[in-house]
């Protein structure tokens, strides 16, 4: 079975840093784009970042700067590594796995339910 678990999220500070991590398990990510996405509470849903097969990426203008994607292979697993957080960062952030080995933020082939990250002081 195809699946993607998030996990890390949680309550920061302002400020502060978070680590996401997206595990895949069923298929092997190494060879996919992998994305973020979060929704906000009221808000649609919005590509933050993305990790192409041979490690290129690309960021949301809103994070650039601050928050830093990677991946491990012999781990089957995606980073979002999340400095200097803002109150504006609070959404569900999703993990999702592309058709292909580019980043395009369309048609993704998997999804996972979804980790919480909340900044509030």
């Known amino acids: 079975q195809l699946q993607l678990v998030e996990s890390g999220g949680g309550l920061v500070q302002p400020g502060g840093s978070l680590r996401l991590s997206c595990a895949a398990s069923g298929f092997n990510l190494r060879y996919y784009a992998i994305d973020w996405f979060r929704q906000a509470p009221g808000k649609e849903r919005e590509g933050v970042s993305c990790i192409s097969s041979s490690g290129g990426t690309t960021y949301a203008d809103s994070v650039k700067g601050r928050f830093t994607i990677s991946r491990d292979n012999a781990k089957n697993t995606v980073y979002l590594q999340m400095n200097n957080v803002k109150p504006e960062d609070t959404a569900v952030y999703y993990c999702?796995?592309?058709?292909?080995?580019?980043?395009?933020?369309?048609?993704?082939?998997?999804w996972g339910k979804g980790t919480l990250v909340t900044v509030s002081s």
């Open positions: 999702a796995a592309e058709y292909g080995s580019g980043c395009s933020y369309i048609g993704m082939r998997n």
